[in-house]
């Protein structure tokens, strides 16, 4: 069977920059270089199905993307339905999302967001975003789905 170059190739969001000089199961292997710049190593035959389009980002994109569409199915008439069952949303929140808190890094004075959630009297917390709708999207609804019983 004659051997199709892949290499300069596009498949999703893999480049393919050369041949691996190994084989799986018989199969060529590819290196492909990924959008976000990751390097991996694919199969052919998965990369020319479309079954391979990316590292793997691709995929947690998509989740992400899942997370977020999840949240805005939930807002009615402009307003978040509440997530947490046992407590009312917090009106004074300062940084507009629910669970989420400003502070400033110890050394370096610079601002960042926190998000938090206290679960059976225990406060579990996620830190280091900047930007309060990262703290959210990132932080609290992982939270949430970590710790919320379902
Ligand atoms: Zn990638």
Not at 22 to 38: A, M
Not at 96 to 107: A, M
Not at 110 to 134: M, Q
Request: with cysteine; charged share 35%; aromatic share 12%.
């Amino acid at each position: 069977m004659k051997l199709i170059d892949l290499t300069g190739k596009r498949f999703g969001r893999l480049t393919v920059i050369n041949r691996a000089d190994y084989n799986k199961n018989n199969r060529t292997v590819w290196s492909c270089k990924c959008d976000c710049g990751e390097i991996v190593d694919k199969i052919g035959n998965y990369l020319k199905s479309g079954e391979t389009q990316s590292c793997g980002c691709y995929k947690k994109d998509k989740d992400f993307k899942n997370l977020r569409e999840e949240y805005d199915n939930k807002r009615v008439d402009g307003i978040v339905k509440p997530l947490f069952k046992d407590k009312d949303p917090r009106k004074d929140s300062t940084t507009g999302f629910r669970g989420v808190s400003k502070y400033y890094t110890r050394k370096s004075k610079e601002v960042r967001y926190r998000a938090w959630i206290t679960v059976k009297g225990k406060r579990h917390y996620k830190s280091g975003f900047l930007t309060p709708e990262d703290a959210y999207y990132k932080g609290r609804l992982i939270l949430e789905s970590e710790h919320l019983p379902k």
